[in-house]
């Protein structure tokens, strides 16, 4: 997925599955959640409980790269 175009509109499809298929093509891959919104229980349940790194919208670039830095620490 790195890139290249996502190949489905991600706002209809759930992001748990969107997740799900990312850790199965790409295990141990960091991942950083950006989101104005987390509208969805299951959603909150990957930032919250599966203890995914969470970067709220809007950021700026300094929030952005102290983000992907963290990540990317593990």
């Known amino acids: 997925m790195l890139g290249r175009e ?8 759930p992001m748990p599955f969107i997740f799900d ?3 199965t093509l ?4 960091p991942v950083l959640v950006c989101s104005g919104y987390l509208g ?4 909150q ?4 409980d599966g203890g ?3 970067l709220p919208k809007p950021f700026t670039l ?5 983000a992907v830095k963290e990540t990317m620490r593990g």
């Open 26 to 29: 790409r295990p141990g891959c």
């Open 52 to 54: 995914l790194p969470f």
């Open 40 to 43: 969805t229980p299951q959603l």
């Open 6 to 13: 996502t190949p489905f509109p991600v706002d209809r499809v």
């Open 62 to 66: 300094k929030q952005l790269v102290g």
């Open 21 to 23: 298929r990312f850790r």
């Open 45 to 48: 349940a990957l930032v919250q």
